[in-house]
């Protein structure tokens, strides 16, 4: 029965990736988000980077504050697409008259969401990276993330951008209009990258910190499965006629 449920939302996923190939608007959006937020992130670091102490914290932010933003930003604009237009246009509805269960369909979108917005995030960190690293004037040596930056990367941005998926894939599937829902996250984004660039002097990473948010993120996943118990395909709101 597990083996099954995987095979269905992994159809779903691939059903998506597909989509996303053929919407060429989507592609052009997130590689100028991709650039404007390098850019951002350039200019930034350039102007902080003479300052002592400030350069690890400069890459620090990078794989943190930075790469946690954008996944969000990539997450309100795909979510958005899948499940937005799909109700207007009444394609969510024709996908619950076949065999796959609410829930099924939940998963799978918030998979493929998932996995192409982890990817971004981690592809601008690298960018961005090599980007600072090469026009670095401060030091001739590659300042590398301390631990607790890697650890945040490796294991709490992901689990954040599962938590952050799979509420808003609940929401927006129960709600008929969940656009202020999305607008709340696209803004916190937004403030969370602009105040972590205006407090990098006194930021300070630490594991106690790492594991705060990481328990956020576990409590945000339990939230969202539980709200999954009232996915049926009853429930989900699918368009007006």
Same mark, same amino acid.
């Given at each position: 029965?597990?083996?099954?449920? !995987?095979?269905?939302? @992994?159809?779903?996923?691939? $059903?998506?990736?597909?989509?996303?190939?053929?919407?060429?608007?989507t592609?052009?959006?997130?590689?100028l988000? *991709?650039?404007?937020?390098?850019?951002?992130?350039?200019? &930034?670091?350039?102007?902080? @980077?003479?300052?002592?102490?400030? +350069? +690890? !914290?400069?890459?620090?932010l990078?794989?943190?504050?930075?790469?946690?933003?954008m996944?969000?930003? &990539?997450?309100f604009m795909?979510? =958005?697409?899948?499940?937005? $237009?799909?109700?207007? %246009?009444? +394609?969510?509805e024709?996908?619950? +008259?076949?065999?796959?269960?609410?829930?099924?369909?939940w998963?799978? $979108?918030?998979?493929?969401?998932?996995?192409?917005?982890?990817?971004?995030?981690?592809?601008?960190?690298?960018?961005?990276?090599?980007?600072?690293?090469?026009s670095? $004037?401060?030091?001739?040596?590659?300042?590398?993330?301390?631990? @607790?930056?890697?650890?945040?990367a490796?294991? &709490?941005?992901? *689990?954040?951008?599962?938590?952050?998926?799979?509420?808003?894939?609940?929401? =927006?599937?129960?709600?008929?209009?969940?656009?202020?829902? =999305?607008?709340?996250?696209?803004l916190?984004?937004?403030?969370? !990258?602009?105040?972590?660039?205006?407090?990098?002097?006194?930021?300070?990473?630490?594991?106690? #910190?790492?594991? &705060?948010q990481? #328990?956020?993120?576990?409590?945000?996943?339990?939230?969202?499965?539980?709200?999954?118990?009232? *996915? %049926? =395909?009853?429930?989900?709101?699918?368009?007006?006629?």
């Amino acid at each position: 029965m597990n083996m099954r449920l !995987l095979q269905d939302f @992994q159809i779903i996923a691939a $059903k998506e990736y597909k989509e996303l190939g053929r919407k060429s608007t989507t592609m052009v959006t997130m590689a100028l988000l *991709l650039m404007g937020g390098i850019f951002n992130f350039i200019v &930034v670091a350039r102007s902080l @980077q003479f300052l002592p102490g400030v +350069t +690890t !914290l400069i890459v620090d932010l990078l794989f943190t504050h930075y790469a946690l933003s954008m996944n969000m930003f &990539v997450v309100f604009m795909l979510i =958005n697409n899948i499940f937005m $237009k799909e109700k207007y %246009t009444k +394609t969510l509805e024709t996908l619950l +008259t076949t065999p796959l269960s609410a829930r099924t369909i939940w998963l799978g $979108k918030s998979s493929f969401v998932f996995i192409v917005a982890i990817l971004f995030s981690y592809v601008s960190c690298v960018v961005g990276f090599i980007a600072f690293t090469l026009s670095s $004037k401060a030091s001739p040596d590659i300042v590398w993330p301390s631990a @607790q930056a890697v650890f945040f990367a490796l294991v &709490v941005l992901p *689990l954040s951008s599962i938590a952050i998926v799979c509420l808003l894939s609940a929401i =927006n599937l129960i709600l008929w209009n969940a656009a202020i829902c =999305n607008a709340v996250f696209f803004l916190g984004g937004v403030a969370y !990258l602009g105040g972590s660039s205006a407090r990098i002097r006194q930021l300070r990473l630490t594991w106690t #910190s790492d594991f &705060v948010q990481l #328990s956020i993120a576990t409590s945000l996943i339990a939230l969202a499965w539980l709200l999954s118990h009232l *996915l %049926t =395909n009853e429930r989900i709101v699918v368009g007006r006629s």
